[in-house]
């Protein structure tokens, strides 16, 4: 049985008459493998595993689904010797997806600077507090000259920054201090900063530009 | 992060190798503050020939450095700017206010 039309997801929260929803966890799906190889057959089951983390967590097993558009997702504490660590993967991951040297050395930047300030001012320096890196590619852009890019969301459980501090300063006085977000600001095509629940979350997307080639494996 | 002084009559040549990130600018911080306010030398030349990344934070501790020469009248200059470290000087537009040269030559003669 599938439901189809508007009905609330549990899991997700939110509305969306688009996604069907099977009414099982995804252990009894799998149980019934009649009903599941249906539903594969139709397609629909990758849809219908969407929804069910849900239910299998009342049924007491986690469900992973992996996202088609990840490209890399990083947990590590809030150490700053862990840094080296995640520009590496970042400057591998950016010039893989066809980044200028240049580029790619000025997104590892933004998202050096970046990890830096949570370290910094959201967990006030202690070293052992969660940081979630996550990357997706972006899809193309039908029409667009920006025709794919990197998404990149950092979250954190820190203190919300100050709206103040978001704005970062004038360049024109020589202090030190500040150049962090400037940098991030420089590097990347779209900076978003939200905090909900807990959780800060900042969204920073960079463009690959129509020059540069993407390298599909 | 590797920090090496060797000194020349009254200079100091800080030799850098690394990167300087949070994790290791707090030491270039202590090391070239010392140098200037404590020791009071006269001159402080910093080689980065062999410094792979720099942060915000790296950037922070070389206009410190400079404030801090400044105050007490002595001079701080760089030399052996790799692309990595020009860019981000330049993206903080700092090149114009540091004396930079292109080698340990020029900055000892200069």
Known sequence: MVLR???????????????????????????????????????????????????????????????????????????????????????????????????????????????????????????????????????????????????????DQGEPPDPGRLRGRSLDEIKPGGLGLHYIRESMDVVEFSSSGGTNQLRLVRCLRPENTIQDS | MQISVRRIDKTAILELTGSIDLSSSPAVRKILLNELRESRTPRVILNLEKVKYIDSSGVASLVEGLRASRDIGSRLLLFGLTPVVREVLQLSRLLKIFEIYENEQQALSA
Request: proline share 5%.
């Open chain 1, 5 to 155: 039309g508007s009905r609330r997801c549990e899991n997700h929260d939110r509305e969306n008459s688009s996604i069907e929803f099977v009414p099982l966890c995804y252990h009894c799906l799998r149980k019934n493998s009649r009903f599941f190889f249906a539903l594969r057959a139709q397609g629909l089951e990758r849809r219908a595993l969407i929804c069910t983390p849900h239910f299998a967590q009342q049924a007491g097993r986690q469900v992973y689904t992996l996202n088609p558009d990840l490209l890399l997702k990083l947990e590590f504490p809030s150490n700053p010797e862990l840094l080296c660590v995640v520009r590496g993967a970042m400057e591998r991951l950016t010039e893989r997806m066809g980044f200028s040297e240049r580029e790619s050395r000025s997104v590892t930047r933004a998202v050096d600077e970046a990890v830096t300030n949570i370290i910094r001012h959201a967990y006030r320096g202690q070293p052992n507090q969660p940081i979630v890196l996550t990357c997706y590619r972006l899809p193309k852009a039908v029409g667009s000259e920006l025709a794919q890019g990197l998404e990149i969301v950092l979250e």
